[in-house]
Nanobody
Framework: QVQLVESGGGLVQSGGSLRLSCAAS????????WGWYRQAPGKQRELVAN???????NYAASVKGRFSISRDNAKKMSFLQMNSLKPEDTAVYYC???????????????WGQGTLVTVSS
């Protein structure tokens, strides 16, 4: 069974940095894309950044220039480097990946359980 586990969340002061990690485990035959989303209290989940198998990245306008997404294919991991954090970045951050698990030829969507990032002013 495929699992995604995020880590690296916590409390940080405004202007600080955090690096989130997401590790995939289980029966994995391929990962074609990674994504990071966030959900603030009372708001809908939104895309923060994603990266394709070819390394093409895409960022939400609100984080462009401050956040950086990367992937380590050998380790089956994705990372979100967050710099110049602002109080409005406070949210639960979720990792998402398109994974082929061997039971299906398609790349299916898997989600982690989320990690809380709190930015104090």
């Amino acid at each position: 069974q495929v699992q995604l586990v995020e880590s690296g969340g916590g409390l940080v002061q405004s202007g600080g940095s955090l690096r989130l990690s997401c590790a995939a485990s289980g029966s994995i035959f391929g990962i074609n894309r990674w994504g990071w989303y966030r959900q603030a209290p009372g708001k809908q989940r939104e895309l923060v950044a994603n990266i394709t198998s070819g390394g093409i990245t895409n960022y939400a306008a609100s984080v462009k220039g401050r956040f950086s997404i990367s992937r380590d294919n050998a380790k089956k991991m994705s990372f979100l480097q967050m710099n110049s954090l602002k109080p409005e970045d406070t949210a639960v951050y979720y990792c998402d990946a398109g994974i082929r698990d061997g039971l299906d030829y398609r790349f299916l969507d898997y989600w982690g359980q989320g990690t809380l990032v709190t930015v104090s002013s």
